[in-house]
């Protein structure tokens, strides 16, 4: 079974930086859009940056001019640079891929399983 494998959260202070980065745990098929996504404590989860296979992004207000997603597609890998954060960004950041497993295998959504983000005052 497929999975995604995130890294790069932790704790840090008002504006800082932290990068993210996830991957599929093993080889797949084909990957079509990915990206980023976070919920905070008592909050639904909410978009923060997506990227198409054509390299097409979209960040949410909140975000844009501070966060960064990027993709390496050599390695099925994205990033989500974060700069400027502030203790608003605090969440459990997920990763998000729409990707066929193998040839055999029918578009699907995946989730990794969240990094925890934390930003100080």
């Known amino acids: 079974q497929v999975q995604l494998v995130e890294s790069g959260g932790g704790l840090v202070q008002a504006g800082g930086s932290l990068r993210l980065s996830c991957a599929p745990s093993?080889?797949?098929?084909?990957?079509?859009?990915m990206g980023w996504y976070r919920q905070a404590p008592g909050k639904q989860r909410e978009l923060v940056a997506v990227s198409n296979s054509g390299g097409t992004t979209h960040y949410p207000d909140s975000v844009k001019g501070r966060f960064t997603i990027a993709r390496d597609n050599a390695k099925n890998t994205v990033y989500l640079q974060m700069n400027s954060l502030k203790p608003e960004d605090t969440a459990v950041y997920y990763c998000?891929?729409?990707?066929?497993?193998?040839?055999?295998?029918?578009?699907?959504?995946?989730w990794g399983q969240g990094t925890q983000v934390t930003v100080s005052s």
């Open positions: 998000n891929a729409r990707l066929r497993a193998s040839y055999y295998h029918i578009w699907e959504d995946y």
């Open positions: 093993e080889t797949v098929f084909s990957i079509d859009g």
